[in-house]
């Protein structure tokens, strides 16, 4: 019988590990949904006209543009990225941007939407563009972004139209 103790031990450990695991995958699951919804808000915000996903950045958010582009860097705060890159290019356009999603998932506290994008520069020409950003959420707010979009289309427009005053 002394043998049998230690098995049994460990499997009433594992058992009774078990019998946390669904309450912790439900609370994960019930996180990613909140986050999931709250960045799907601000996309319907946004393609309504009465916000944006910029709503919800953190104000220490560190937020990155991959590739290539004029404006691929890290950003390391909230007004770096706003004043840097989306206030000059908000600044050169006669119709903001549109959003349409693709696909929106969410891993944990990361939200990661596929979407297109389109516009209409102050010279009349259209701006289209697909991207793709994972957010990293905490308590609502994005604390990190990595973005991923055509480099080629966002550099026509930010060398061929002059930002506004």
């Given at each position: 019988m002394?043998?049998?103790?230690p ?6 450990a594992s058992?009774?590990?078990?019998a946390f695991?669904?309450?912790a ?6 996180g ?19 916000g944006s996903?910029?709503d919800?950045l953190a ?22 990225f ?9 600044a050169?356009m006669s ?16 939200v990661?939407?596929?979407f ?5 520069a102050?010279?009349?020409?259209p ?17 990190k ?6 480099s080629?289309?966002?550099n ?10």
């Amino acid at each position: 019988m002394t043998n049998l103790s230690p098995l049994i031990a460990i499997a009433a450990a594992s058992l009774g590990m078990a019998a946390f695991m669904p309450a912790a995958q439900a609370q994960n699951s019930a996180g990613e949904e909140n986050n999931k919804t709250i960045v799907q808000r601000s996309f319907d915000a946004w393609a309504a006209g009465t916000g944006s996903p910029y709503d919800l950045l953190a104000d220490n958010v560190v937020w990155t543009i991959t590739g290539n582009s004029l404006a691929s860097k890290t950003y390391p705060s909230r007004e770096a990225f706003l004043g840097e890159v989306i206030r000059p290019f908000v600044a050169r356009m006669s119709v903001g941007l549109k959003p349409v999603i693709r696909h929106i998932h969410a891993d944990g506290s990361t939200v990661i939407i596929h979407f297109d994008a389109a516009g209409t520069a102050k010279d009349g020409k259209p701006y289209v563009n697909t991207y793709a950003w994972f957010l990293d959420l905490s308590d609502g707010k994005i604390v990190k972004a990595t973005a991923f979009y055509d480099s080629i289309a966002f550099n026509e427009l930010w060398t061929r139209v002059q930002p506004s005053q």
